[in-house]
């Protein structure tokens, strides 16, 4: 029994009337990574994502979730259904209820769950995708970030195993881009695997566990981020640009400014390797949890040490912060941001709770092994 | 219609005259305006910004009374609106229209300038219908002779004018009504009172989808409209007839699409012919119930006060 949540095999699919879109597509996805689809324009890859919950059925080619092929009649659909929950590249067209509550109640009610489960499950969805007290509006007075939520809070509510999303951030301003990646970061952090597909190569870079490169209906290639984008024939056969970072990164090697090394995956370790041997003085990040401090504590805490910089990551702990009138220096990129703090010898603070507490650790105890940095975080 | 010529006519002889010129003074000024808006566009930008297509259910979403039980708002709108039409005389829908304004300006709190231009929209067609029912339905003693041609006598008499009275007062009367509903309860509060009726389910969800995408697709006509009048569409009479069929038929495949594509994403969530309705509890307070009661009570007292009255 292997971890694979999802399997392409062999896939081939063609709209009627017109040339196949998909070639003969292969690629497995394991539980828990973070996969993004990458390709250009027309390469496939909203044909591929309505394949993940059988909305579209190959011509040719098996489609495996949890190991078990996709059967597709009534019962077969629903129970895929129910596990891989597909959000749409437009909102509008995701949001067909006259309230946010209706629209993210709909999923759990069409699994004939009882209403205290479904009010339950809705209450949950958009606690989660920072929503609440938003029930009773009408989509159309939402703004574009704020739809994408109530589409994502709607598939969130039928407790799907993995997220397929298309094009998250298209159409949405940076910072709101972000805040949604973010958000896909925490249900991510949950356990949920998922799958986008994007065409911002940036994103995909930073965001992803694993790439899968799509042209012309057919996988060019499956790997780490910096294997795909570090291929600079694969880049051209694919017809896709280079994330900036990378980009440099090669120029500054090229040039002998840096020495070859595993490529930097953020603007810390650009930093660092920039930086040469080392700060002498390496500040601290702190972890605070939010679920167990009050209004008074945390300001208490802020109040000994002004020097610090202040930031929220997840939901909860922002919303905590906005209720509490705490203002946060950093609200995105938070974990990169106190790093770069951290090796420019200043402390920092990280609110934040739940399954965050050990994502912080994990990523700086990465960060401080792969670039020899002695980074340390401590919960407070 | 009989008993209405009973009317002390003097008073009505000079009431016509006034209200006839005051009709016709109103719709020159609506005809200036109308035909000024086009050739200012500082005018028409303005009229814009307060009346975009979302305003009434804006308006509606933010009102003070929204937690008013719509249940309770429906009954004194209808009611208002049914003892306006069964009222033979004038005074009744018009006292029943300026409770409805005095409601809806202090109560509901609703913008005057808005509440104004929404009114103008009732005045002008109930205005209308009342002048052609002046002019051409007769008996009673003639007030006006206009002209006649033939057997034809265009004139006005005092069933006519009475009938037109009545016919605005109760337009007006019962617009009113409507338009407290209107900015007071938001679609979605009624959704559940439509089920509660027993309207059949089918029905309900239709609604809900139309309602939904009334929104989406008055956005999208706007944005083809801007794309046409960008590139010149609309600047002749012709050229405006090519680009709003143009307009039409695009919005039908967009519409046509967009189906496609709910029905995807219907289907992606396990659609099983399950809708569900909006969540929405109003709060019923005594003072909304006691004042629907006593605005019940007080309309019933003074329709049978006319019924006497005749």
Redesign the interface.
């Known amino acids: 029994m292997n971890d694979n949540v999802l399997t392409f095999e062999n896939i081939r699919f063609s709209y009627p009337g017109s040339p196949a879109s998909l070639k003969g597509i292969s690629f497995s996805v394991r539980r828990g990574r973070k996969v993004a689809v990458v390709g250009h324009n027309g390469a496939g890859k909203t044909t591929l994502l ?1 394949m993940c ?1 059988g ?1 579209l059925v190959p011509d040719e080619g098996k489609i495996l979730i949890h190991n078990e092929e996709v059967n597709y009649d009534r019962a077969g ?2 129970n895929v ?2 596990k891989v ?2 959000v ?1 590249q ?1 909102s ?8 946010v ?2 629209d993210v ?3 759990p ?4 769950l009882p209403d205290d489960e ?1 009010r339950q499950r809705v209450h949950d969805a958009l606690f989660a995708v920072g929503l609440n007290g938003y ?7 939402l703004s574009g970030g704020e739809k994408k939520r109530v589409a994502i809070a ?2 969130l509510a ?1 407790h799907p195993e993995i997220l397929v999303a298309d094009e998250p951030t298209a159409s949405l301003d940076p910072a709101t881009a972000a805040e949604i990646m973010d958000l896909l970061d925490e249900l991510h952090e949950n356990g949920t695997t998922i799958l986008l597909s994007t065409h911002d190569v940036e994103l995909a870079y930073r965001w992803a566990d694993e790439i899968i490169l799509l042209s012309e209906g057919a996988v060019l290639h499956q790997g780490t981020p910096a294997e795909v984008f570090s291929d600079n024939e694969l880049m051209k056969q694919a017809r896709i640009t280079q994330p900036v970072l990378l980009d440099l990164y090669q120029e500054l090697v090229r040039r002998h400014i840096l020495t070859s090394s595993t490529p930097p995956k953020g603007i810390p370790e650009m930093t660092r390797l920039i930086e040469g041997p080392g700060p002498s003085v390496i500040g601290t990040i702190y972890l605070a949890d939010t679920d167990t401090m009050t209004t008074e504590s945390c300001k208490s805490l802020l109040a000994e040490h002004p020097a610090w910089h202040t930031s929220a990551i997840e939901t909860k702990s922002r919303m905590f912060c906005i209720m509490s009138g705490i203002m946060l220096e950093y609200t995105h990129g938070v974990i990169d941001k106190c790093l770069l703090s951290a090796m420019n010898g200043e402390d920092s603070l990280i609110l934040t709770s739940g399954g965050m507490l050990g994502r912080v650790e994990l990523r700086v105890e990465t960060f401080a092994k792969e670039s020899r940095t002695d980074v340390k975080v401590m919960r407070v | 219609m009989q008993v209405m010529d009973s009317f002390p006519s003097p008073w009505w002889q000079i009431l016509t005259v006034l209200a006839v010129v005051c009709v016709l003074a109103g719709v020159g000024i609506y005809i200036h305006a109308v035909k000024n808006r086009k050739k200012n566009k500082r005018h028409s930008a303005k009229h814009h910004a307060i009346f975009n297509e ?1 305003i009434l ?2 308006v509606a ?1 933010h009102s003070p009374l929204r937690n008013v039980p719509a249940w309770l708002k429906l009954l004194f709108c209808l009611s208002a609106i049914l003892i306006s039409v069964i009222s033979p005389l004038p005074y009744l829908p018009l006292f029943i229209a300026v409770v409805m304004i005095c409601a809806s300006l202090l109560v509901a709190k609703v913008n005057l300038r808005l509440y104004g231009i929404l009114l103008t929209i009732p005045i002008v067609f109930s205005v209308t219908g009342a002048l052609v029912l002046l002019f051409v339905s007769g008996g009673g003693e003639t007030l006006v002779d206009v002209f006649t041609i033939g057997t034809i006598h265009v004139q006005i008499t005092t069933t006519s004018l009475n009938l037109a009275i009545l016919v605005t007062a109760r337009t007006f009367a019962g617009m009113c009504s409507l338009y407290f509903l209107t900015l007071t309860t ?3 509060s009624l ?1 559940a009172i439509l089920q509660k009726i027993r309207i059949p389910q089918a029905f309900i969800d239709l609604s ?2 139309i ?3 009334i ?2 697709f008055i ?1 999208e006509a706007i944005s083809i409209h801007n794309a046409q009048v960008m590139r010149g569409g609309y600047s002749t009479w012709k050229e405006g007839l090519n680009a709003f069929s143009m307009l039409v038929s695009v919005l039908f495949i967009r519409t046509w699409e ?1 189906g496609e ?2 029905f ?17 509890h109003g709060k019923v307070t005594p003072l909304s119930v006691s004042s629907v009661i006593v605005f019940i009570a007080v309309i019933l007292y003074l329709l049978v006060l006319e019924m006497a009255l005749l």
Not at chain 1, 109 to 112: D, E
Not at chain 2, 264 to 280: A, F, K, Q, T
């Open positions: 309505l919950n909305t659909l629903r259904r129910s929950g597909l749409f437009n509008d067209s995701q949001i067909f209820a006259p309230s509550f209706a109640a709909f999923g009610a069409n699994l004939h479904i029930e009773k509006r009408p989509p159309h007075h709607g598939i039928m | 979302h259910d804006d979403i938001p679609m979605t959704f809900m989808l309602y939904r995408y929104f989406v956005a967009r594509e709910i995807i994403s219907m289907d992606s969530r396990c659609y099983d012919g399950c809708m569900v309705l909006p969540d929405e």
